[in-house]
Structures are given as C-alpha cells and as structure tokens.
C-alpha cells in the first residue's frame, strides 16, 4: 500500500500544478487564515476522493458536471462581490477596525468552494482510475495527500504576498481574482466551444470593468462634488 499512496501523491501533485485549486488556496489564503484554508481544503479533498476512490469510476459518467460547475461559477462570483463589497462600502477609511470573526464562516466559503471546483475536475477521474488497478485506501490517502501538499504551496505563497501587503488591497485583489475564476468557470461550462483566447479575454475584463467601477467609486468618495460642498457651506452657516 505504501507504492500505492507515494504513486497517489506524486501524479495528483504534478497534476495539481499550476491548477485553479492552487489559485483558489492562494487567493484564499489572502484572504483567511492559513491554517482555516487549509483545513477546508484538506475536508473538501478528503470529501471528493473518497468519492472517487469509491464509486468515482462508475458514478462519474453521472455525475451532473455541468450543474456542479454552474454552482461552482455562482459561488466564485458571489465570495468575490461580497469580498468586494467589504471593501468599498462607503467610510472604510475612517472606520474603526472590525473586531476578529469567527473562522467557522470562512473554513465553509473555503470547503464548499473547493468542494464544487473539484466534483468532476480532472483529478477526481484519474484517482478514480488509479483506484481500479490499486488499493482503494492507499489511493485515497495519497491523492488527498498530493493536492493538499500541492495547495500548501500556494498558501505559503499566498502568505509571503500578503506579508508585503496591505489588509485592504489583498481584500480587493482576492475580491477580483473570484471573480475571474466564476468568470472563466462559467464561461467554459455555458459556452464549451468558445475559444480559448475569447474566453479569457473575457475572464480577464470583467474583474478589470469591477475595478475600474470601484475606482471611480472610490474617487468619487474621496472627492466631494461642488453641490455636496456647497450642500456642506449651508449646514455650517444654519
């Protein structure tokens, strides 16, 4: 069983890679913190493997794909504008700091994100596939193993980055980067044929139109117009 976990975590760690689970658990860990990620990770991994690992190999002609990743495309789109919204609510900037928040909410956006991305990814086939020629548990310890240690990277990453940060601006670029992703998710699921190029020109400009609004926004905030001075002037002199 031993070959079995170490063959396990190296494919599904070269397999993991440059993948969007990585960029999630980076921009995640921008966002939360690590050990919550990775917890969340680790429970969601654990969740699809064992699946996989199981009736993965039948079940996952069945599987309802394209409804996952719909699911998987709103829930990306919906953690960003909410991430966005804390940020750009008017006042911030003089607001105090909020108290620390519970991390039970974060560990499930984290889980049930991850969850969704995963059910019929890439790597749920091929653990599926390793388990029908090698022992089911080894297979699922080790494939649960490689993506966590995959994504452990990407959160270590996530942590150097926001080290050099601001709270505000990772705020922000996390807001935008789940927007990306419920963007190409989407894009790919509603609209399979769409070139690849097209589509990430697409991926790309929605969360630079997003920015480029909550900047003008945020100017508009800073700056008060003439009639709001003005507006202002006769509160002083009443």
Known sequence: MT??????IGIVFLAELGDKSQLMALT???RYRW????GGIATATASVHV??????????????????????AL?????????LREHFTPGDPEAEPAPP??????????LSAVLLAELGDRTMFATAALATDNNWLGVWIGSTLGMVAADALAIGVGIL???HLPEHVIGIGAGLLFLYFGTATLLSTALPGLAFAAS?????SVPALAGALLLLRRRDTAHPTAADIEVESADARS
């Open 3 to 8: 070959t079995t976990i170490l063959l396990s």
């Open 28 to 30: 995640f860990a921008l």
């Open 35 to 38: 050990w919550v990620v990775l």
């Open 51 to 72: 699946i996989s690992v199981g009736v993965g190999y039948f079940l996952g002609v069945a599987l309802p794909t394209r409804a996952i990743a719909l699911a998987a």
């Open 75 to 83: 829930t990306f789109l919906a953690v960003g504008i909410w991430t």
């Open 101 to 110: 928040r519970s991390t039970r909410a974060p560990y499930f956006v984290v």
């Open 161 to 163: 980055v926001g080290k």
């Open 200 to 204: 990430a020109a697409i991926a790309v």
